[in-house]
């Protein structure tokens, strides 16, 4: 199912009812098989039966069917079978030959075909049979997804996973999906397609077009565009893909064409993004002497695949850092072709994105705090109204203030108090990366963090943990005497001297509960500011305050 869409992308066949024939599993099944060797005519006689039932449901061409094949049975694999146009996607593991990819490319009456990596990220020759022989989609392990809402190391590591695949052109699958809360996850990390039983479960009868749970999650999901899509919808080149299966002789009138842009998306018949052509590369065919009749000699390969180079590809809805992110991790990069749902939708060419990339970085300059470098209050402010919005996780809010700060400044110095600042501040910002979550810099000792998808409990241990390493931390800020002593003598406001402890951060963690009511921002400013001194009361500098 493509997940900005809810359109039903394809059909994984699944095999049941060998309890029937006596086998304990079906793993048992296999193994029969492989030691009479019958491997590959049960193969043949499943994808057979397979693409029978596809067909018999209202399957077509335009909606692939998804089926695993043995790992001893990869180099084997039988064609599709004749006269039937359908687009079977083939499943494989980390393990064993690549299958072969008869008629992907258009040219082959016997339908299409393309591959599948299964299991992706938790086989150890993943990544160099990704760069060996590239599929056209990753299928990232459930291990990945399940509980990905509430867990912080497992979105960082799904963002990665989706972000590498992308950067090699290659469409991701979320398998196992089973909460609105993963799917939200997987589809604004830049998933492209999702598969689990919250979208469906095994069962025959007709194939439906699209998927009315996940209609419903779009429908319901109140959050707003980011001004980063809408940014990157202005700046789309919306140029004219062509088809994988056009003959060369094709480029030849496109790049003819004086307005025509130096590079061209190629796309598959179901508008999957394949790579793109630069007409640079066509130089040594129009200048040679014989290179326009080589072009349109259909004895040398008739379709665009052997001029296609390799694409960066992002999902509409991928933020714009990791855009800028992948372009500038592909070497010698046109560009990054878009894509929403899987399909082609424009392209953002270097030029753009050297556009977006200064205007990004000089909106974070103007709103950026110049001590620490942190955001300031304005993507403070975006920050908290874009999670009270999204009421479908948990998030907690974080006010972080110093505690008695100004007689530290006074006494010891503006700037050993700058360190101190730069010293929290740079720790906090170890801590926002760890949690996937936004740290910024209210103003002088006053500081922000936000965080989704972990409960209060557990950003409460996290919190606790980070401030006493602060202000443990802190002590080297003092002199041998002082630190032994634990206490400075200084001013106070009103001019008398006072004993002050060492430097120590308080924290007021107000929580937002999934599906409850928020409250706004200013009531939110309010809830922070009257239980300020309850948290620098606190044994542990902590005061949680449910939303």
Not at 276 to 305: C, D, M, Q, W
Not at 435 to 444: K, Q
Request: with cysteine; glycine share 10%; charged share 25%.
């Amino acid at each position: 199912m493509q997940m900005r869409t809810a359109r039903v992308h394809g059909h994984e066949a699944l095999l049941r009812g060998w309890e029937a024939a006596g086998f304990a599993s079906l793993a048992a099944l296999f193994q029969a098989a492989v030691d009479e060797g019958a491997l590959p005519a049960l193969e043949a006689y499943i994808q057979a039966a397979a693409v029978a039932a596809f067909l018999a449901a209202g399957g077509t061409a335009e909606v692939r069917l998804f089926l695993n094949i043995h790992p001893l049975a990869q180099g084997q694999v039988p064609p599709p079978p004749q006269g039937e146009q359908v687009h079977l996607v083939y499943e494989t593991t980390g393990t064993g030959p690549i299958p072969t990819r008869a008629g992907r490319d258009g040219g082959d009456r016997r339908g299409r075909v393309d591959i599948a990596f299964d299991r992706f990220g938790v086989g150890v020759a993943d990544f160099q049979r990704l760069l060996a022989s590239p599929p056209s989609y990753v299928k990232i392990d459930r291990a990945f997804i399940s509980g990905v809402d509430g867990d912080q190391a497992k979105r960082a590591l799904l963002g990665q996973l989706i972000g590498s695949a992308h950067a090699l052109g290659l469409a991701t699958i979320a398998v196992g999906v089973e909460t609105s809360r993963e799917f939200y996850v997987c589809r604004d990390l830049g998933c492209d397609h999702a598969q689990g039983f919250l979208l469906g479960r095994p069962g025959g009868g007709l194939l439906a077009e699209a998927s009315e749970i996940a209609e419903s999650l779009t429908r319901s999901d109140r959050r707003r565009p980011s001004d980063a899509r809408q940014r990157l919808f202005e700046l789309i080149e919306r140029i004219a893909p062509l088809p994988l299966e056009a003959p060369k002789a094709k480029l030849l009138e496109y790049f003819g064409n004086l307005a025509a842009p130096p590079v061209v998306p190629v796309v598959d018949r179901a508008g999957v993004p394949r790579g793109l052509i630069r007409e640079r590369h066509l130089k040594p065919f129009v200048y040679s002497r014989y290179g326009t009749e080589i072009l349109r000699n259909r004895a040398f390969g008739n379709t665009l695949k052997d001029f296609v180079i390799p694409c960066p590809v992002c999902d509409i809805g991928t933020p714009l850092e990791r855009v800028i992110e992948l372009f500038a991790e592909a070497a010698d990069s046109d560009g990054v072709i878009i894509v929403e749902g899987g399909e082609y939708v424009g392209f953002l060419s270097s030029q753009s994105l050297v556009r977006l990339l200064h205007e990004h970085r000089l909106a974070t300059a103007v709103d950026q705090n110049p001590l620490t470098r942190l955001p300031g209050n304005n993507a403070i402010t975006a920050q908290v109204e874009a999670l009270v919005t999204d009421g479908e996780r948990d998030h907690v809010l974080v006010y972080l203030d110093f505690d008695n700060f100004k007689p530290f400044n006074d006494y010891f110095g503006f700037r050993q108090g700058d360190r101190a600042i730069l010293m929290f501040s740079e720790q906090l910002k170890v801590q926002a990366s760890a949690l996937g979550g936004f740290a910024g810099h209210i103003g002088g000792d006053d500081f922000f963090l936000s965080c989704s998808g972990l409960t209060a409990d557990r950003m409460r241990e996290r919190l606790v943990a980070f401030l006493g390493r602060f202000r443990s931390d802190a002590e080297s800020l003092y002199d041998v005497e002082t630190r032994e002593r634990g206490w400075f003598e200084a001013k106070d406001r009103e001019g008398r001297v006072r004993r002050y402890p060492l430097l120590r951060v308080s924290a007021v963690m107000v929580q937002l509960v999934a599906g409850a009511p928020r409250p706004g921002l200013e009531t939110l400013v309010e809830l922070i500011a009257v239980h300020k001194t309850a948290a620098k009361a606190a044994p542990d500098n902590l005061f949680l305050v449910a939303g």
